[in-house]
T-cell receptor, first 110, second 113 residues
């Protein structure tokens, strides 16, 4: 069965620091990959997605992610975080249903 | 354009009771998925409904059942509630040709005492 692993459960950064959140999935076939974000008090929303083509995908609010097929990874990055990026981030993989990782809680301090 | 709406937002039940949660999908969407999110965990897939039928199911017991109506709205029913069923239940909608891009509601917070 497919699964998603997020290595960082809780990340604390200062504003302007760089961010990289790890995500690995286990599935041998073709997958679609996603990052969802949940801001405090809000519903889950799509941050970015990868279906095919350029393995470096860009999402909203300056986030990007790189798909590395050989490593079964889809890490999320942002060069300079802001206080407003404080949220919970979920990596997800879609085969015939969308499977989520356990999430990474990001706290950004001014 | 209304997004995904869920009701109720919060509810408290006791062990052994039954609960029904409701979801209206985003306008134009015909597929509804339900997820359970326990505290500190990622959303766990329960099942997905399309054309009023259960299309996919996760690893949840038969106590969890659902329904989709002709207007695409959906219900999640949980029978014989256990303490471990306490969680946030999320409804997500999408359109035919599901690509994994889901639109989520704010959830129904269920507490089982």
């Amino acid at each position: 069965a497919q699964s998603v692993s997020q290595h960082n459960h809780h990340v604390i950064l200062s504003e302007a620091a760089s961010l990289e959140l790890g995500c690995n999935y286990s599935y041998g076939g073709t997958v679609n990959l996603f990052w969802y974000v949940q801001y405090p008090g809000q519903h889950l929303q799509l941050l970015l997605k990868y279906f095919s083509g350029d393995p470096l995908v860009k999402g909203i609010k300056g986030f990007e992610a790189e798909f590395i097929k050989s490593k079964f990874s889809f890490n999320l990055r942002k060069p300079s975080v802001q206080w407003s990026d404080t949220a919970e981030y979920f990596c997800a993989v879609n085969t015939d249903k969308l499977i989520f990782g356990t999430g990474t809680r990001l706290q950004v301090f001014p | 354009d209304a997004g995904v709406t869920q009701s109720p937002t919060h509810l408290i039940k006791t062990r052994g009771q039954q609960v029904t949660l409701r979801c209206s999908p985003k306008s134009g969407h015909d597929t509804v998925s339900w997820y359970q999110q326990a505290l500190g965990q990622g959303p766990q897939f329960i099942f997905q409904y399309y054309e009023e039928e259960e299309r996919q199911r996760g690893n949840f017991p038969d106590r969890f059942s659902g329904h989709q109506f002709p207007n695409y709205s959906s219900e999640l029913n949980v029978n014989a509630l256990l303490l471990g069923d306490s969680a946030l239940y999320l409804c997500a909608s999408s359109w035919t040709g599901f690509t994994g891009e889901l639109f989520f509601g704010e959830g129904s917070r269920l507490t089982v005492l």
